[in-house]
């Protein structure tokens, strides 16, 4: 996404990601930087006495103990959901952004029962996390969300068969990451073809910023965030009954998905609360290179509801029970899924 003209959503990545590079910090120029940018924009900002913050770091003996005070303070600013990313950082997960943007494209596992009995009647879309490459140009990123949600579309429209009565999109596992090539490649099940309301929103201080899927992109505020020709498919049977599968690793934009089927009619959501990171990061270029992810928003479905907290499932799942059997038989009992 680019920055300015929306929001990119990422929940914090692995401790582990970050422990290669423990002792990398921003630069005096860039740590000023942080601080004013967190002050000014941060969702808790009031949570944090920015005069000792910035006494405390400028009293800081080694990189190490910069390094805590300046992670210190953007978790209290962000609820747990910002991060500073070194330039290093950058260039190690660039693999892993590759990986995910491969695996939202990829096929589906289906079970036996998935393709026989009254499931086969069914579809199934499975929508895992989706990273930037930010070592890449930002044209080249544009285009491989829309190579992404492409694909996403491709998978529905192979289902989409005419003898589907109602599909499930499990978000289970989806951790974050770009929300955008998401919520294109999931468009033709969000609802309203024409696009005239929008499916979510981002919360300010002082305003709402709604998202859209019409006319094959998705927009933010009026204007279009990512779009294609290829983006353009509707379902055989629009307005199809959607379950929508979530728990304790869908994070971020994956809950920011979620919130895109709920107040939806002909939708219902199955599984465990998620991660509690339904807040909107936007990417901040710094001086020396790095990053950083400020949390500057709420999330909220199409109806203006969001708090930036745990999403609940309208059917709460067990844990160790699997949502999809709860899932499947309220699709099937729904009016557009009774046999004659």
């Known amino acids: 996404m680019i920055a300015g003209r929306g929001w990119l959503l990422m929940v914090a990545l692995a401790a582990a990601s970050g422990a290669a590079h423990a002792q990398d910090v921003p630069s005096a120029e860039a740590q000023a930087r942080i601080l004013d940018l967190l002050q000014q924009q941060s969702l808790y900002r009031d949570r944090v006495d920015w005069s000792k913050a910035r006494a405390e770091l400028a009293a800081a003996r080694d990189p190490a103990q910069t390094r805590r005070l300046l992670d210190d303070v953007i978790q209290r600013s962000s609820g747990g959901h910002g991060r500073w990313i070194s330039a290093n950082q950058q260039r190690t997960q660039s693999q892993r952004a590759q990986a995910t943007q491969t695996a939202m494209g990829a096929a589906t596992p289906q079970t036996d029962d998935a393709r026989s009995g009254p499931t086969a009647r069914l579809g199934w879309i499975k929508v ?69 309301d929008p499916v979510g929103m981002f919360l300010l201080a002082d305003k709402r910023q709604p998202w859209a899927y019409r006319e094959g992109a998705v927009w933010l505020d009026g204007k279009a965030v990512v779009g294609s020709r290829n983006t353009q498919y509707a379902l055989r049977h629009p307005g199809a009954p959607v379950a929508v ?34 807040t909107a990061n936007t990417p901040q270029r710094l001086p020396d290179g790095s990053l950083l992810l400020l949390t500057g928003s709420v999330i909220a479905d199409r109806n203006g509801v969001g708090d930036g907290n745990r999403l609940q499932p309208d059917v709460i799942v067990a844990e160790g029970q699997d949502a999809t059997t709860a899932a499947q038989a309220w699709l099937l009992a729904q009016p557009a899924c009774k046999l004659p």
């Open 128 to 196: 895992g996390a989706y990273m930037d490459d930010r070592t890449q140009s930002q044209d080249m990123q544009k285009q491989a969300r829309k190579q992404a949600a492409v694909a996403l579309q491709a998978r529905i429209q192979a289902q989409d068969d005419g003898n589907r009565c109602g599909w499930v999109v499990d978000l289970r596992g989806n951790s974050g990451g770009n929300m955008w090539p998401m919520l294109l490649g999931m468009g033709p099940l969000l609802g309203d073809a024409k696009g005239a």
């Open 245 to 278: 599968l979530f728990g304790p690793r869908t994070a971020s934009s994956g809950e920011a998905s979620v919130l895109a089927f709920r107040g939806r009619a002909a939708s219902r959501s199955f599984g465990q609360p998620s991660a509690g990171y339904s």
